[in-house]
């Protein structure tokens, strides 16, 4: 529903659904489905465009006011919003202080990496602790909150020659992921924020090296991609007890319980793993209850994993993790992202049995464990 109160009254903040009409939402797939990936990041750098805290996101236009700004893009003459999306897709300089979009990522490693970006190239050299990673849970949000910046170019691609193109470059193994709003979105206990500088002092590195690397912080969109070959070129390395536990006391330690789990996955995923690693599985096991699994409501994740290794990655660690604690997969085992794509990914699932022993050496954790793995 477009309209977001009854009798067409005007919502108490000033978020602005994306509202397309009949013809438009049949372009828009994932869109008419309502289907969105659970876990979104942003990152906040000192000269960032608008306002971002944990209560509130305001895009520019929000922020300042301009009142001949905020309407949907859908509602505009489409010229005018195919140019208004492909400077804000393309970052135009001179428009920020004018744009209603704001934009998110279900990459990760994009996000990072754009942080070390904005860190090495802002002007003054912001620190590390001055730019922010922010990630929300975006279950809850009304319909029309957030759409896939692949559909809405498709949508207006006709009316401009350079969005057309820039569609097409994103097309291929440049696709990070990206999602806009409009407006002003209130994420209040919806989201949670930590520095860079907080997750490089607790082993961010550690777990992927290149990330670490200084030579390619003046890089962004071609250092990801650089950074995505070892899913295409390298064999998995070998999953140490070590990696998990920092994966996990990272998640834990800048996130918070209700994160811990997907973003320790997350940050596993930041590089290949093995199909069903016992070691992962064994971490988790030792870490997480059966009731903290079962509470997240990980069977009906969604995750956008086309073109995002980091993500298909994400998805199958997940289900690992869900499978072995629930003896059942998530519905990524038919991923929507996936089928709408035409490009189903094969899965291949395991039975995980694991008799652990966990124990505790100081603030050292180790696993002992047997385990059988059957796949199917």
């Known amino acids: ?57 305001k895009s520019p236009a929000t922020t300042n006011s301009d009142i001949d700004r ?12 195919a140019d208004r999306l492909n400077q804000h897709i393309r970052w135009t300089s001179g428009h920020e202080q004018r744009c ?4 998110w990522t279900s990459s ?12 090495s190239m802002d002007r003054g050299e912001p620190h590390l602790e001055e730019i922010s990673l922010f990630i929300i849970d975006t279950r809850g949000f009304p319909e029309g909150t957030f759409v896939k910046d692949l559909e809405i170019m498709k949508v207006f691609e006709a009316y401009h020659d350079s969005l057309k193109k820039f569609r097409k470059l994103r097309g291929g193994e440049n696709y990070f992921g990206e999602y806009l709003t409009q407006g002003e979105l209130d994420i209040e206990g919806r989201c949670v924020k930590v520095s860079l500088q907080r997750m490089i002092d607790l082993g961010l590195f550690e777990l992927h090296s290149g990330l670490g690397n200084r030579d390619g912080w003046n890089r962004w969109a071609s250092r990801v991609t650089e950074l995505r070959l070892d899913f295409q070129t390298g064999s998995p390395n070998p999953t140490t007890r070590s990696v998990v536990r920092k994966a996990i006391t990272l998640a834990q330690s800048c996130f918070g319980d209700r994160w811990a789990v997907p973003l320790a996955a997350m940050l596993l995923a930041l590089q290949p793993r093995e199909q069903n690693d016992a070691i992962i599985i064994a ?33 199958r660690l997940i289900n ?7 003896d059942t997969d998530t519905d990524l085992v038919l991923n929507s992202f ?11 699932h395991a ?8 124990v505790l050496r100081g603030d050292e954790r180790s696993f002992n464990h047997t385990e059988s793995v059957l796949h199917q």
């Open 100 to 103: 209603n979009l704001m934009s």
């Open 338 to 348: 996936t089928r709408l794509d035409g490009n189903v990914i094969n899965i291949r």
């Open 283 to 315: 971490g988790f096991y030792a870490m997480f209850s059966s009731e903290e699994i079962a509470g997240l409501s990980l069977k009906d994740i969604e995750i956008d994993d086309v073109r995002l290794p980091e993500g298909e990655q994400f998805a």
């Open 70 to 81: 905020l309407e949907d893009l859908f509602q505009l003459d489409p010229i005018i919003a």
């Open 351 to 358: 039975t995980t049995t694991l008799d652990f022993g966990l």
């Open 320 to 326: 690992s993790i869900h499978r072995a604690f629930t």
């Open 1 to 57: 529903m477009c309209s977001s109160s009854p009798n067409n009254q005007p919502l108490a903040s000033a978020q602005t659904l994306f509202c397309p009409n009949v013809v438009q939402k049949e372009q828009m797939p994932l869109f008419k489905g309502n289907q969105v990936p659970r876990y979104l990041f942003r990152i906040v750098a000192p000269q960032s465009a608008g306002s971002t805290t944990t209560s509130k996101v």
């Open 108 to 119: 990760l490693l994009f996000a990072l990496q754009y942080g070390l970006y904005r860190h």
